[in-house]
């Protein structure tokens, strides 16, 4: 069961039909008692809609913070301690993969959240810039996992490597973040098997393309979370972003009219494109 957000409402899928969700609202179905049942009795006394279109879908996100953890795969771990070997990081970074206290920050309010089918942004002060493709949990706000997501998590090696205190800069700022194409709702962890692609096609060619799978990934979802929730409260739940296990080479940045695609399969693909940002320009 998928649930996409729209321009002409919420939509709840099963076997290829669209239902219609009368709950207008997609904090108060994030933050619903028991949204999984709520769905399937829309499905169940619905009628299916023809007008389901994608170029309507919308970011699936309402009042919910998006954090995310970073480190969480080896290919992570050592992509970070190479770019940041001169600012004296690297060892941070080999501590935390294996510490038991995760690496978690701050990524987005929705503002800053781009959906599927519209454009991410490349920092105007930054030069080598990567899509991170991660597995991105939906918990609600008694902290429970009710749903996943394809994340991106848009990063400026350049700016993160020159110093780990800049990571901030190097992951907030407009349209860094994408979310989509819809939330698959089910609170059990997705098979381990499970792989995670992105391809970014240059003017119609493959530039990169990567593949890892969860297996790959240090830490269960549900420890993340734990830590996500001591001690903070998230009144319209929250999105995190589990990390990414694929890195392109260091010779490879971003760059504008890029066309990324994230996929994991029982969830979909997300799909933007890159956008160069430019100093004081209103996103
Ligand atoms: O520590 C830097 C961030 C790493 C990250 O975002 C990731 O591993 O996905
Ligand atoms: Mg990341």
């Known amino acids: ?61 309402g009042n919910q913070e998006v954090w ?14 190479e770019e940041s070997k001169s600012a004296g990081g690297g060892d ?5 993969y294996s510490a038991d206290r ?18 991410v942004r490349i920092r105007s002060d930054a030069r080598w810039n990567v899509p991170e493709p991660e ?38 700022y407009d349209r860094s973040c994408a979310l989509g194409p819809c939330i698959l709702i089910g609170s059990e962890p997705l098979p381990v098997a499970t792989p995670i692609r992105i391809e970014i096609f240059r003017l119609g060619v493959t530039e990169f393309s990567g593949v890892t799978t969860l297996a790959e990934l240090k830490r269960t979802p549900s420890s993340l979370v734990e830590y996500l929730f001591r001690d903070n409260s998230f ?7 589990t990390g990414t296990g694929i890195v392109p080479p260091d010779s490879f940045t971003l760059a504008s009219g890029d066309l ?6 029982p969830i979909g693909t997300l799909e933007n494109t890159v956008e160069q940002g430019t100093p004081h320009q209103a996103h």
């Open 1 to 61: 069961m998928k649930l996409y957000r729209t321009s002409n409402g919420n939509f709840v899928e099963q076997d290829g039909s669209y239902y219609h969700v009368p709950e207008p609202s997609w904090d108060a179905l994030v933050t619903h008692e028991d949204l999984h049942n709520c769905l399937l009795s829309t499905i169940t006394m619905g009628k299916s809609v023809q007008d389901f279109s994608v170029p309507h879908i919308l970011a699936p996100i």
């Open 68 to 81: 995310a953890a970073g480190v969480t795969y080896f290919r992570s771990r050592s992509a970070r301690m």
């Open 92 to 96: 941070f970074y080999d501590r935390v």
């Open 102 to 119: 995760p690496e978690l920050f701050f990524k987005a309010t929705a503002g800053r959240v781009a959906g599927s089918g519209s454009h």
């Open 135 to 172: 597995l991105t949990l939906l918990i609600n706000n008694r902290g429970q996992i009710i749903g996943s997501t394809v994340g991106n998590d848009m990063s400026s090696r350049d700016i993160e490597g020159e110093n780990p205190l800049y990571l901030p800069q190097a992951k907030v």
């Open 235 to 241: 009144p319209y739940g929250a999105f995190l972003m």
């Open 260 to 265: 990324i695609r994230i996929t994991i399969d």
